[in-house]
Every structure is written in C-alpha cells, then in structure tokens.
C-alpha cells in the first residue's frame, strides 16, 4: 500500500523560503518516479518537479526553475522541495507523487501560501 504524506507548508512572505516534505511508504523513492505538482482552485494541477528513479536528473518546470530544488533522503525514504524565492504566484496546494508500476499516487496536499 502506497502512501505519501506531505508538510511543510505554510504562510510566507514573497522572497521567503519553505521546505515541503513527502514521507513515502510503499514505493522506494530512490527507484520509483516521484515529483511534486501544485494546484490552485479552479485550474488544473501543475507540474512543478521530477525525479526519475535511480537517474539523479531532475527536472523542474519553467517557473521555478532555479528557485525549487527537488531533493531525497533515500535511508529515510523521504523527499523534499526547497521553495525559495517565493512568489505570490506560487500559492498553492502542492502535492506529492509517485508512479510505480504505471499507477499514480498522490498525497493528501500542502497548502503553501505566499503573501505580504
């Protein structure tokens, strides 16, 4: 049984840093595809970062791109996300996946609000 549980989140100020946490069970983070996704109400989930198993390439969308750094702890079996140099576009709830065996799985979501 796969579960991932995210947190971290929180209210910031724009120019603040967070750090999102997913601790997996069920899928080795180390071997598995895991990323996050944000969403905001009324539009669709976006992709924000990738990790591909083994391959320690990571790939980030282009609106966090050198501002987010994916991140795992692979004895804990745990993934971060490095939030810095927020922006009040980055306001959302943000959402931890992994892909095993062709099935998705997401957490329950963190809501990361980014606001003066």
């Known amino acids: 049984q796969v579960q991932l549980v995210e947190s971290g989140g929180g209210l910031v100020q724009p120019g603040g840093t967070l750090r999102l946490t997913c601790a997996a069970s069920g899928v080795d983070i180390s071997r598995d595809a895991m990323g996050w996704h944000r969403q905001v109400p009324g539009k669709e989930r976006q992709w924000v970062a990738s990790v591909f198993g083994s391959d320690s390439t990571r790939f980030y969308g282009d609106s966090v791109k050198g501002r987010f750094t994916l991140s795992r702890d692979n004895a804990k079996n745990t993934m971060y996300l490095q939030m810095s140099g927020l922006k009040p576009e980055d306001t959302g709830v943000y959402y931890c996946?992994?892909?095993?065996?062709?099935?998705?799985?997401w957490g329950q979501g963190t809501q990361v609000t980014v606001s003066s």
């Open positions: 996946k992994a892909v095993l065996r062709g099935t998705e799985y």
